[in-house]
């Protein structure tokens, strides 16, 4: 990956960013509020990082905003959310996709394509973003295979992204 342009966000953009930022969070400006830079990082692969006071926080793949891993740290997630048991943890922190047996929880209006943050069960931490690639009335009657493909993860190249 490679950044191709990087540039301070206009008002508009922020004003969008906290619009679909609300659909994951109720305290969404935790992210934005009182931010001294917001910049956006396009990369060659079609994703754009913002970078809030220089850390990617949020990040857009040709639609929406939805915060990254370190950006879901900063908030209270309480919507588009998947949580996995204890031992699924190491290998969702590794990339692995997100398998049905693994999951405890999950938001009942996840449809399939929505961005999900990936918690862990034992203190809700997110630890992950994924894709839903079932909806929640799929994964409630799933008994196995494959839910969320895992896109952003802790540890993974966007975690130390400057």
Known sequence: MKITRKYFARKKSIARMKADLGKVSKNFEALLDGAGK??????????????????????????????????????????????????????????????????????PDIKEGDLVVIREETHGKPIGIGRALVGAEEMKRQKEGKSVENILYVGDRIWNLE
């Open 38 to 107: 917001v910049e956006m990082a396009e990369t060659d692969e079609g994703t754009t990082y913002v970078l809030v006071d220089g850390e990617a926080a949020i990040f857009s793949q040709g639609g929406g905003y939805f915060p990254t891993v370190r950006g879901a740290l900063k908030i209270d997630v309480d919507r588009a959310f998947v949580t996995v048991d204890r031992g699924a943890v190491p290998f969702v922190t590794n990339g692995a996709d997100v398998m049905r047996p693994g999951i405890v929880d999950f938001d």
